[in-house]
């Protein structure tokens, strides 16, 4: 059609740009905002403090990160829906109700932990946290609410090419490799609280109970037909896999130089050492450059996808589309998270380090509860038709369930005595 | 709602409250649990005729009819059923299940043109009829379902000295969403039939992809038309893509030419070409001429149904020819003043061929100035030039400066509405 040649050729360079940002899908977009300050604060520790007996633990996580994404991506594909409507229909009110109170709370504390990376990342460059934070809470919130989201999106994507620095310094740092890969495949476990707590918050903060709403409603928004499913599983493993390449070489670098240095992880300075190796005494500058960038980047998505998640269980409008009026429980629920996230950093003394931290340990107790839900909508043929589970994802998945809830009783159990 | 009936007690109840509760024997015991009900559909409020059930310490359904219970109260107080009686559960042509099919589903309120969730559901109980009367989608409703109604009212009344009411919507707004049966259900008239197209439309885009796909099948041919020149062009293509081409063609056939025109064009090649075959041939004439202009430009937005008739017609030739035309034109407001070749020499407003003498000729009345613009002219230039004169339409020329079609109003709001951040 002549109109249509027209078009293209006017297009021209944006739409091969965009062609290709398409093809950045969910999946892979949903693990680079798992690679949070959270995320990059639990890997430096779980190095730092640990070495590399954790090292081992990534590889199951792997595995069941690829198996409940790949449910997720699953279900929003075939049922054309969103997690939490999914759980509405099928759960009915009152379940989804407590559900999301949870899922609130948890998220808020991710969020805190964002503007905490956001304040300990400009504290590097001696900028106090009551300008970095109220100015960024100010941005993202600008940013989501008046200005065009999607284009800051590209931005950060491609400012998350700042993972490779970690995984350049893990070579440039010549560890020893047949130690490590020792470690990789020896299982340790110590019933000690902090290594419980340890193994908790890694779980928690690569399989984050939020990522799983975000992914499915990514995929839905995608509008994938059922036959084209291969695509959106490529995609998430894809994705899976990228996020624990970062998580091994974070803690891969904190084990080889922060844990043998006898350093311990106090603020993010210290983290930043691990980056040495590349940047030698400008490692504190590019880490800070990182983290910024992934706190921001998570900070705009996660209150985001949280309002979203919960407006939709509800059924009250939720688009950017509408105005405040038109969307009072929409706007209200993201303004409250970015407030309440960005304010409670405020706090004169307030801890960061250990607010990222154990945010993402949270995760990894709301996780459970969301697999069970997930589980029974994935293999409910009603919903799912002949895209329900086979018993070997079954399995895995009540393994993770098993063990995560053994973690966690554990965990709580041994730091009580 | 409230139907008074002498002074027979009526009582309103919600479903929440007797979903679970116990069906209890003449004599008190308990034999069974209430799991759902069955409601006949019926104008304007549909009454339960049936009761699904589990045994007690059992997990299969069962049903029974509603007249068999003796008393609703706490309990519902039914005769036990022996083992014949008890039938399969089962649901039959021109009924619903009220748990299954609404509670907690999606919901077309066809009133007020919005989706909404379910959150309980309102009945009457009239002597031992119960109806439906309204779907409760407030936050009052889910409230109760979470067991907080009580806690609610206290912190509101408290804090604030409010008093939540309820947010309910009439049986006869609702379009259930839940299931594709549910759309092809003989409810008096088609509901969603009767919202305005711009309303539907944006109930269709916040729809999922498959009730999207489901609801704009239900439609007949004109409202699934009047629906689709309204909706967001990406969800034109995709929901276009889902029919076969003479299904597509019989409803882009309904649509005016300047928006098939438009929506042909961002299909891919080949189904475009599918389409434009199964199309009655005058139509896809004019849609391909359509299609060769950019549609940024003056001929991506321009209209070629519009009223022309030669200077010789006499006035009330004009009327006569517009009542007959009305229904295929796009516009009405001005008639064009031209010959076969398409010379324009002047333009009419129906205004003045009402308040003239019948007999009078075209060429008299007409106003020969004619503000026009070309083919190629720019968005800008054109939302100028209506701001300018205030027309509700201006003609285009093509080179020869033969006019090839007209900007509607509509076509108007395309350029501007984008400015006013639509």
């Given amino acids: ?417 | 709602m409230r139907m008074v009936m002498n002074s027979t007690p009526q009582v309103f109840l919600f479903l929440s409250q007797l979903l679970g509760k116990k069906i209890v024997d003449p004599a008190g015991r308990p034999w069974g649990k209430v799991c759902d009900l069955v409601v006949t559909l019926a104008e304007p409020y549909p009454s339960v005729t049936a009761v699904f059930f589990t045994p007690v310490g059992e997990k299969t359904f069962f049903r029974f009819s509603w007249t068999r219970i003796l008393e609703l109260g706490q309990d519902l107080r039914v005769e036990p059923l022996n083992g014949e009686e008890r039938a399969g559960a089962t649901v039959n042509e021109g009924e619903l299940l009220l748990k299954d099919s609404l509670l907690d589903k999606q919901i077309v309120d066809t009133h007020g043109a919005k989706v909404w969730r379910v959150n309980d559901l309102h009945l009457l109980k009239v002597n031992h009829n119960l109806r439906l009367v309204h779907v409760d989608v407030g936050l009052r409703g889910l409230m109760r379902r979470v067991g907080w109604e009580k806690a609610m009212d206290k912190f509101f009344q408290w804090f604030f000295d409010y008093h939540l009411t309820d947010s309910f919507i009439p049986w006869r707004f609702v379009q259930p969403l839940s299931s594709p049966d549910l759309l092809r259900l003989k409810i008096a008239q088609y509901r969603l039939a009767q919202l305005h197209p711009a309303d539907l439309a944006d109930i269709i885009e916040e729809l999922d992809i498959h009730k999207r796909t489901e609801v704009f099948q239900s439609l007949d041919i004109e409202t699934a038309a009047e629906a689709l020149e309204e909706t967001d062009p990406k969800i034109q293509v995709r929901l276009i893509e889902t029919l076969n081409p003479a299904h597509a063609s019989d409803i882009i056939e309904e649509m005016s030419p300047s928006e098939a025109a438009d929506l042909l064009g961002d299909l891919p090649k080949d189904k475009a070409e599918g389409i434009l075959k199964e199309m009655e041939k005058e139509m896809a004439e004019d849609v391909k001429k359509l299609l060769v202009h950019p549609e940024e430009k003056a001929g991506g937005l321009m209209t070629s149904s519009f009223p022309a008739l030669p200077p010789s017609s006499t006035v009330q030739e004009a009327l006569e020819w517009l009542r007959q035309e009305a229904e295929n034109l796009d516009l009405i407001y001005y008639l064009y003043v031209s010959d076969v070749d398409g010379r324009l020499f002047g333009v009419v407003s129906l205004r003045d061929l009402l308040m003239a003498n019948p007999q009078a000729r075209l060429a008299d009345l007409m106003d020969s100035r004619v503000v026009t613009v070309t083919i190629e002219e720019e968005k800008e230039e054109i939302a100028q030039l209506f701001a300018k004169y205030g027309f509700k339409a201006i003609p285009v020329m093509d080179e020869d400066n033969r006019i090839k079609g007209v900007i509607d109003f509509k076509g108007l709001l395309e350029v501007v509405a984008p400015q006013l951040g639509k």
Avoid at chain 1, 333 to 345: D, H, K, P, R
Avoid at chain 1, 351 to 376: K, R
Wanted: charged share 10%; net charge neutral; proline share 3%.
């Fill in chain 1, 1 to 417: 059609m002549p109109a249509t040649a027209a078009k293209i050729s006017r297009k021209g360079f944006w739409k091969t740009l965009g062609i290709f940002f398409a093809l950045i899908g969910p999946g892979i977009i949903t693990s680079n905002v798992d690679n949070d300050a959270g995320g990059i604060t639990t890997y430096s520790l779980a190095g730092s403090e640990f070495g590399l007996t954790l090292l081992w633990t990534l590889i199951p996580i792997t595995v069941a990160l690829i198996v409940i994404q790949e449910m997720c991506a699953r279900m929003g594909v075939v049922s054309g829906k969103g997690l939490s409507d999914l759980i509405r229909e099928r759960f009915g009110a009152k379940a989804t109700f407590y559900l999301m109170i949870a899922l609130f709370f948890t998220n808020l504390g991710n969020t805190v932990s964002e503007f905490a990376g956001v304040a300990a990342s400009l504290e590097i460059f001696g900028v106090s946290k009551y300008i970095s934070v109220p100015v960024s809470a100010f941005f993202v919130w600008w940013l989501v609410v008046k200005g065009n989201y999607k284009s800051v999106e590209k931005v950060f994507l491609v400012a998350c090419f700042f993972y490779l620095s970690y995984i350049i310094s893990g070579f440039m740092a010549k560890p020893d490799w047949a130690e490590i890969g020792d470690q990789l495949f020896t299982p340790t476990i110590r019933l000690e609280p902090e290594f419980l707590t340890m193994a908790v918050g890694l779980v928690g903060t690569t399989i984050a109970p939020w990522m799983q709403f975000y992914l499915q409603s990514s995929v839905v928004d995608k509008g994938l037909k059922t036959e084209d499913y291969q695509y959106a599983r490529m995609d998430v493993i894809f994705g899976s896999v990228i996020v624990n390449i970062v998580a091994f070489f974070i803690i891969l670098l904190c084990a080889v130089t922060i844990f043998q240095a006898g350093i311990k992880i106090e603020t993010a300075q210290d983290a930043a050492l691990a980056l040495a190796p590349l940047a030698g005494k400008y490692c504190t500058w590019l880490f800070a450059f990182g983290l910024l960038n992934a706190s921001l980047f998570a900070a705009s998505i996660l209150p985001l996808s949280t309002a979203y998640t919960i407006c939709e269980a509800f059924g009250w409008e939720s688009s950017l589309n509408r105005k405040f009026a038109e969307a009072p429980q929409f706007y209200g629920l993201y303004s409250l998270m970015i407030f309440l996230g960005a304010g409670v950093i405020l706090f004169p003394d307030f801890p960061l380090i250990s607010i990222m931290f154990y945010s993402q340990v949270i995760n990894g107790m709301l996780l459970p509860f969301i697999l069970i839900f997930m589980l029974i909508l994935v293999n409910d043929r009603k919903i799912m038709g002949n895209y329900a589970n086979g018993w070997i994802l079954n399995l895995i998945s009540y393994l993770t369930i098993i063990t995560l809830i053994f973690l966690s009783g554990a965990m709580i159990f041994t730091s009580l005595r």
